[in-house]
C-alpha cells in the first residue's frame, strides 16, 4: 500500500519551486513539521531575504515579510520589538547570512535577540549562479573560483556556528544534516528545540542546515549526497555547540 505522507498545516499547497535534488524542501516540511507539533503556526512571523529562499512567503502557511539580501535578522529584530508577542524566525542562505548579511547576523546573535535563524549552508551562492560563497570548500571550484578556492589568496571557509558561538548572548546553537534520513530525524529534532525555546522567549536560536546544490555543483542529486558526505561534513561538523536549556536542566 502507498503511504502519502500528510502535509504539514504550516505548509501551503503551492508545488515546490526548487530545483531536483536541492534539501529546501526537507527544511521547509521540518520547520512547518515544528511549527504544527508546538502549535505556533498562528502566531509566527518568517522572514525570506534574497537567495533561494526567497519564495519561501509562498510555501510557509504563516505571516510572512521579505527583506532586501543579508537583512533578515535585522527585519525580525525589528518585527519581535515591535510585536513582541509574536515568534519570529527567519531562513537564510550562506550567501545571503555569511557574506551579504554578516554584520546583521554577527549583531543579532551579539544582542540575543529573541529569534530562530535556520542557516542553510550548501557551500555556494545557488539562486545567483553558482558563485563562491564564504562557505565554498577549499579548492572547490565555483563560477568566481573556476580553478578551485585558493585559500592563499582568498582565506578559508567560515564556520559560522563556530563564530557565534563565542557570542555570549546566543541560547541555543547547533548545526545538523540533511544528506540523509537518519541525519533528517536528528535535524527535525533540532529544529524543534530551537523552536520550542523561541515560543518560550529564551533568546536567540541557530540551526544550521548541512544541504546541497546538484544544478550549481553540476553533479546529479544522489552524487551531490556523497560529495557532501564526504567533504562538506568533515569541514562543518555536526555539533551541538550550545544549548543553555539543557544547562540548566530545562
Not at 509566527?44 to 502557511?61: E, R
Not at 546541497?212 to 552524487?223: F, K, M, V
Request: contains cysteine.
Amino acid at each position: 500500500m502507498k503511504v502519502i505522507a500528510k502535509r504539514p498545516d504550516s505548509l501551503t499547497d503551492v508545488q515546490f519551486t526548487y530545483c531536483p535534488g536541492c534539501l529546501h524542501g526537507v527544511a521547509h516540511r521540518i520547520i512547518a513539521e515544528a511549527m504544527d507539533e508546538l502549535d505556533m503556526r498562528n502566531n509566527t512571523m518568517g522572514v525570506a531575504p534574497v537567495g533561494c529562499s526567497v519564495f519561501a512567503y509562498k510555501f510557509f502557511d504563516c505571516d510572512m515579510a521579505e527583506a532586501a539580501h543579508g537583512r533578515a535578522p535585522a527585519v525580525a529584530t525589528g518585527m519581535k520589538r515591535a510585536r513582541p508577542d509574536m515568534h519570529v524566525f527567519t531562513y537564510q542562505g550562506d550567501g545571503d547570512l555569511a557574506a551579504i548579511g554578516t554584520a546583521e547576523i554577527v549583531h543579532a546573535a551579539n544582542r540575543g535577540e529573541k529569534m530562530t535563524v535556520f542557516f542553510v549552508n550548501n557551500a555556494i551562492y545557488g539562486m545567483t549562479g553558482g558563485q563562491m560563497a564564504p562557505t565554498t570548500l577549499p579548492g572547490m571550484k565555483t563560477t568566481t573560483s573556476p580553478y578551485g578556492r585558493n585559500t592563499d589568496d582568498i582565506g578559508f571557509p567560515i564556520r559560522v556556528c563556530e563564530m557565534l558561538n563565542t557570542f555570549v548572548a546566543p541560547y541555543y546553537i547547533e548545526r545538523v544534516s540533511l544528506l540523509t534520513p537518519q541525519d533528517i530525524l536528528k535535524a527535525k529534532k533540532a529544529v524543534k528545540k530551537a523552536m520550542q525555546y523561541n515560543k518560550e522567549n529564551r533568546g536567540f536560536t541557530f540551526i544550521e542546515l548541512i544541504s546541497t546544490c546538484p544544478t550549481n555543483w553540476g553533479i546529479d542529486p544522489i552524487e551531490s549526497l556523497t560529495w557532501a558526505k564526504e567533504n562538506m561534513l568533515p569541514f562543518f561538523k555536526v555539533q551541538n555547540f550550545r544549548d543553555k536549556g539543557a544547562e540548566a536542566g530545562k
